[in-house]
């Protein structure tokens, strides 16, 4: 299901034409196919828990929970941020963050953990204890989880800001900006911060490298380029997270392009039509994408040559893909894990971690795959 959010100007207009009824934005997900499986994935399962109250149906909130220092840092708008033992599922802290209605997922580092929320705040908590170090307000909702590098924390607005703020005291240093287009998908892509430079990509197709410590600008390039009539139809937001591999970036766009360019200097190395919000991810010799179908793709990661698609899960809101080498593996609307063979993408193992969404990517560390569900339950599997 595509969120979109509009300009109040514009919402009569087009509510008026029809374009945003359900029937247009919600499509009837396929059914699961039948297959024979070599991958016992029920069997692989560790411990579960309840982490949260979870969100409700009509919440679009992508909350990723973070792993760090063997803990998992997860957040709800209801609950503020829980901290859980990797190994046994534990809590560790909480910090309930009353009247913060915490809209991102966690960043964290040694020291801190930071939250944003629905209304702007930024929301610094002690890693080790839970305890409130500092909050500053921004200018809109955060939606993607802050991130954190030499003294700095990089956070991005729905209003099309990045910001760098001092990880000491809170105080903002730097702001850049880019227009917001009237009619844009509900979400923004995480900023990835590398070399001390902040890559991030914005909902009019432009795709940014700023300095880390003061917000200049280093290179810009355009992934999409806005085409057609109407605002729905100028749609090219940058919504998935960048992915780098080496030397290399890889990023792709709503109704644009999926392309791989130079870290350093943003020349494109190669480039293919495609369209993609829920996102992409990368092994030593693949990109994987999951496309605004719900098709998978396995792309040659030095030309972007199409290796697979696998089309059989489609509209099944997918996550974006996750690579642990042997095999590919995304996450849906009913809570199923399907995995497929890196090799051809033809399915090996499901479970059904939960009967509600799998609200973002699984994460991969330690030899486990971390799933959060949209009713709030964590699920550890270990990976063969």
Same mark, same amino acid.
């Given at each position: 299901?595509?969120?979109?959010?509009?300009?109040?100007?514009?919402?009569?207009?087009?509510?008026?034409?029809?374009?945003?009824?359900?029937?247009?934005?919600?499509?009837?997900?396929?059914?699961?196919?039948?297959?024979?499986?070599?991958?016992?994935?029920?069997?692989?399962?560790?411990?579960?828990?309840?982490?949260?109250?979870?969100?409700?149906?009509?919440?679009?909130?992508?909350?990723?929970?973070?792993?760090?220092?063997?803990?998992?840092?997860?957040?709800?708008?209801? @609950?503020?941020?829980?901290?859980? @033992?990797?190994?046994?599922?534990?809590?560790?802290?909480? @910090?309930?963050?009353?009247?913060?209605?915490?809209?991102?997922?966690?960043?964290?580092?040694?020291?801190?953990?930071?939250?944003?929320? @629905?209304?702007?705040?930024?929301?610094?908590?002690?890693?080790?204890?839970?305890?409130?170090?500092?909050?500053?307000?921004?200018?809109?909702?955060?939606?993607?989880?802050?991130?954190?590098?030499?003294?700095?924390?990089?956070?991005?607005?729905?209003?099309?800001?990045?910001?760098? $703020?001092?990880?000491?005291?809170?105080?903002?240093?730097?702001?850049?900006?880019?227009?917001?287009?009237?009619?844009?998908?509900?979400?923004?892509?995480?900023?990835?911060?590398?070399?001390? %430079?902040?890559?991030?990509?914005?909902?009019?197709?432009?795709? %940014?490298?700023?300095?880390?410590?003061?917000?200049?600008?280093?290179?810009?390039?355009?992934?999409?380029?806005?085409?057609?009539?109407?605002?729905?139809?100028?749609?090219?937001?940058?919504?998935?997270?960048?992915? $780098?591999?080496?030397?290399?970036?890889?990023?792709?766009?709503?109704?644009?392009?999926m392309v791989a360019m130079d870290l350093y200097s943003g020349r494109v190395l190669w480039e293919r039509e495609m369209s993609s919000h829920a996102g992409l991810g990368a092994d030593n010799r693949y990109v994987y994408v999951t496309d605004d179908q719900d098709h998978v793709w396995a792309l040659d990661r030095f030309?972007?040559?199409?290796?697979?698609?696998?089309?059989?899960?489609?509209?099944?809101?997918?996550?974006?893909?996750?690579?642990?080498?042997?095999?590919?593996?995304?996450?849906?609307?009913?809570?199923?894990?399907?995995?497929?063979?890196?090799?051809?993408?033809?399915?090996?193992?499901?479970?059904?971690?939960?009967? !509600?969404? $799998?609200?973002?990517?699984?994460?991969?560390?330690?030899?486990?795959?971390?799933?959060?569900?949209? !009713?709030?339950?964590?699920?550890?599997? %270990?990976?063969?």
């Amino acid at each position: 299901m595509l969120r979109v959010l509009i300009g109040i100007g514009l919402l009569s207009v087009l509510s008026g034409c029809g374009l945003f009824t359900q029937k247009d934005v919600t499509r009837e997900p396929a059914p699961l196919v039948d297959f024979t499986p070599s991958v016992a994935v029920s069997g692989l399962v560790q411990w579960t828990v309840k982490a949260s109250s979870g969100l409700k149906a009509e919440q679009f909130l992508p909350l990723k929970p973070a792993i760090f220092d063997r803990k998992i840092f997860v957040s709800d708008p209801r @609950n503020g941020v829980t901290v859980f @033992n990797a190994d046994t599922g534990k809590v560790v802290w909480k @910090n309930a963050l009353k009247n913060i209605p915490v809209s991102s997922g966690p960043g964290v580092n040694q020291e801190l953990v930071i939250v944003g929320s @629905n209304k702007g705040d930024l929301i610094a908590l002690n890693s080790t204890t839970g305890a409130e170090v500092w909050r500053t307000e921004l200018s809109s909702e955060i939606l993607t989880p802050p991130q954190l590098a030499q003294g700095v924390v990089v956070a991005r607005t729905l209003d099309g800001k990045l910001w760098g $703020i001092d990880s000491r005291s809170g105080q903002r240093t730097w702001v850049y900006e880019r227009t917001v287009p009237v009619l844009t998908l509900r979400g923004a892509s995480t900023p990835v911060l590398v070399s001390g %430079a902040v890559i991030a990509g914005f909902d009019n197709g432009k795709l %940014a490298a700023v300095q880390l410590d003061n917000g200049a600008l280093l290179w810009e390039a355009s992934i999409a380029v806005p085409r057609g009539r109407s605002e729905l139809e100028r749609m090219v937001d940058i919504d998935a997270d960048p992915v $780098i591999m080496g030397d290399v970036l890889y990023v792709v766009s709503y109704r644009g392009r999926m392309v791989a360019m130079d870290l350093y200097s943003g020349r494109v190395l190669w480039e293919r039509e495609m369209s993609s919000h829920a996102g992409l991810g990368a092994d030593n010799r693949y990109v994987y994408v999951t496309d605004d179908q719900d098709h998978v793709w396995a792309l040659d990661r030095f030309t972007g040559s199409a290796v697979w698609k696998q089309t059989k899960l489609e509209n099944r809101q997918l996550t974006a893909p996750v690579s642990t080498g042997q095999y590919v593996i995304v996450g849906d609307v009913e809570g199923y894990l399907h995995w497929m063979r890196a090799e051809d993408g033809q399915f090996v193992g499901r479970h059904q971690t939960d009967k !509600s969404r $799998i609200l973002a990517p699984p994460i991969l560390a330690q030899d486990r795959l971390y799933v959060y569900n949209q !009713s709030g339950r964590i699920s550890v599997l %270990a990976v063969p």
